[in-house]
C-alpha cells in the first residue's frame, strides 16, 4: 500500500531564505537612517545661517549701521530651527572654532578655506573685511564634520 501524502505549507529553507532577505533590507535601511537625518540637519543649520544673515543685515538697516550684540540679535533671529541653537555675536579673529549646532556672527570679517574637523567642532578661518561686513557661520555634520561660512 502507498499512501501519498498531500501536505501544504512552506519548507523550512523558504522560511529561512525569506527571513534572511527581510533582515538584510532591514540592515540596510538603518544604516542609511543616520546619514540621511545628519544631511537634513546640515540643510536645516544653512537655512538658519541665512535667517540669522537676514536678521543681521535688517537690524544694521533699522539701527543707523550699527552692528547687534547677541542679545539683540536673539530677538531678530526668529527663524531658528531645533538643530542650531540661538546665535551669538562674536569679535574677529584669524580661525573661530564652531561646535556642533553652534551659530556664530563675526563683524567685519570675510570668509576664507575651512578648517579642519576635530570631535564635534571645527575651525573656521576668516580675513579681515570692512566693519559692514560680517559673517555667518555654523558646524555641518556631513563630510567629517566642516564649517559653513556665509559672507554677508
Do not use: H, W
Amino acid at each position: 500500500m502507498n499512501a501519498k501524502l498531500n501536505t501544504k505549507g512552506f519548507t523550512i529553507i523558504e522560511v529561512v531564505l525569506v527571513l534572511a532577505i527581510a533582515g538584510l533590507i532591514f540592515l540596510m535601511v538603518f544604516i542609511a537612517l543616520p546619514a540621511l537625518q545628519s544631511g537634513q540637519r546640515d540643510t536645516s543649520r544653512k537655512n538658519d545661517v541665512g535667517a540669522v544673515a537676514t536678521a543681521v543685515s535688517n537690524y544694521t538697516a533699522n539701527n543707523r549701521g550699527n552692528f547687534p550684540s547677541t542679545g539683540t540679535l536673539a530677538s531678530y533671529a526668529k527663524d531658528i530651527s531645533t538643530n542650531s541653537t540661538a546665535p551669538t555675536v562674536v569679535s574677529y579673529s584669524a580661525a573661530v572654532p564652531i561646535a556642533e549646532s553652534q551659530i556664530k556672527v563675526v563683524q567685519a570679517a570675510k570668509c576664507s578655506d575651512t578648517g579642519k574637523a576635530d570631535n564635534g567642532s571645527a575651525s573656521q578661518k576668516l580675513t579681515a573685511g570692512t566693519k559692514n561686513q560680517f559673517v555667518v557661520i555654523t558646524y555641518l555634520e556631513s563630510g567629517g564634520g566642516t564649517s559653513f561660512c556665509q559672507d554677508s
